[in-house]
């Protein structure tokens, strides 16, 4: 757990101090929660944090195995009708999986690892980014 502070709307690419980000600035519009197969643009999935999501990211390598797990995870673990999950690939991780709610976040060695469940039960909807109950769908992107 750590800090995140930063509320505010802005245009444009922010930079930020965790990789993958887990609160801060961010986008005026939030990412649709759900399955994507390509990388999701950082200010838009920060907002979704914001309103109660986990982001799931990934390692682009892992196996294709481990990717079908990790969707089947999102389709059947998805809390109420806003979903409040993304699954994406991002570059650079520095473990297999990194799971990230609003100033927290946890890596992962294997998707067989029951920490995922637990993470996942604890944040997802929750109102650690301020805004318990956000909207996770009727943003940008277009899940798998």
Same mark, same amino acid.
């Given at each position: 757990? %750590? @800090?995140?502070?930063?509320?505010?709307?802005?245009?444009?690419?922010?930079? /930020?101090?965790?990789?993958?980000?887990?609160?801060?600035?961010?986008?005026?519009?939030?990412?649709?929660?759900?399955?994507?197969?390509?990388?999701?643009?950082?200010?838009?999935?920060?907002?979704?944090?914001?309103?109660? @999501?986990?982001?799931?990211? /990934?390692?682009?390598?892992?196996?294709?195995?481990?990717? %079908?797990t990790l969707r089947q995870f999102v389709v059947t673990h998805s809390f109420e009708t806003?979903? /409040?999950?993304?699954?994406?690939? /991002?570059?650079?991780?520095?473990?297999?999986?990194?799971?990230?709610?609003?100033?927290?976040?946890?890596?992962?060695g294997s998707v067989s690892d029951p920490r995922l469940t637990e993470f996942a039960k604890h944040f997802e909807g929750g109102g650690q980014?301020?805004?318990?109950?956000?909207?996770?769908?009727?943003?940008?992107?277009?899940?798998?």
């Amino acid at each position: 757990m %750590f @800090a995140a502070r930063n509320h505010k709307h802005v245009a444009g690419t922010v930079s /930020y101090d965790h990789s993958p980000p887990a609160g801060g600035a961010h986008s005026a519009t939030w990412l649709n929660c759900g399955i994507y197969s390509t990388p999701v643009p950082n200010e838009n999935v920060v907002h979704s944090l914001e309103h109660g @999501a986990v982001w799931i990211a /990934y390692r682009p390598d892992l196996a294709s195995a481990d990717v %079908f797990t990790l969707r089947q995870f999102v389709v059947t673990h998805s809390f109420e009708t806003q979903g /409040y999950l993304v699954l994406s690939p /991002y570059a650079g991780l520095s473990a297999p999986i990194v799971l990230s709610a609003w100033g927290a976040q946890l890596k992962l060695g294997s998707v067989s690892d029951p920490r995922l469940t637990e993470f996942a039960k604890h944040f997802e909807g929750g109102g650690q980014g301020g805004e318990k109950g956000g909207e996770c769908v009727g943003g940008v992107g277009r899940p798998n």
